[in-house]
C-alpha cells in the first residue's frame, strides 16, 4: 500500500549541500502514530540512521550528524527532505527513507516500508 521514493541529484561537491526527497503513495506523513527516517549505506559498511520527523512535525537527529542535518516536510506535496550541509567523500552512501511505527507513547515500534534507495557520490 505505502511506497516511498527517493530523488535527487546522484553527484554532490565536497563542502557543497546534500538534498533528498522522498515522495510519499498511499498514505500521509500526517497520519498518527507513524514517522519518516532517513538512514544511509556507506559502500561496504552497515545501515546508519540519520534522522526522523514525526507525524506533527518534531524531528530527531543523529548526535554524530546533527550538527550538519535537516529533515523538513511539505504536507501538501506529501514529502519530505533530507539536508546535509558541508559533505565529504565519506558522505557518499546509498540514502533511503523508510517509514516509522510509533506507539502512542512516541516510542519506535520498527521500520515497515522503505524506499528502493538511491545512490548519491560525493566527489569533486
Known amino acids: 500500500q505505502v511506497q516511498l521514493q527517493e530523488s535527487g541529484p546522484g553527484l554532490v561537491k565536497p563542502s557543497q549541500t546534500l538534498s533528498l526527497i522522498c515522495t510519499v503513495s498511499?498514505?500521509?506523513?500526517?497520519?498518527?502514530?507513524?514517522?519518516w527516517s532517513w538512514i544511509r549505506q556507506p559502500p561496504g559498511k552497515g545501515l546508519e540512521w540519520m534522522g526522523v520527523?514525526?507525524?506533527?512535525?518534531?524531528?530527531y537527529y543523529s548526535p554524530s550528524l546533527k550538527s550538519r542535518t535537516s529533515i523538513s516536510r511539505d504536507t501538501s506535496k506529501n514529502q519530505f527532505s533530507l539536508h546535509v550541509s558541508s559533505v565529504t567523500p565519506e558522505d557518499t552512501a546509498v540514502y533511503y527513507c523508510?517509514?516509522?511505527?510509533?506507539?502512542?507513547?512516541?516510542?519506535?515500534?520498527?521500520?515497515?516500508?522503505w524506499g528502493k534507495g538511491t545512490q548519491v557520490t560525493v566527489s569533486s
Open positions: 498511499g498514505g500521509s506523513i500526517t497520519t498518527s502514530y507513524y514517522a
Open positions: 523508510a517509514r516509522v511505527i510509533l506507539s502512542t507513547t512516541g516510542r519506535v515500534n520498527g521500520m515497515d516500508y
Open positions: 520527523i514525526a507525524y506533527e512535525g518534531s524531528t
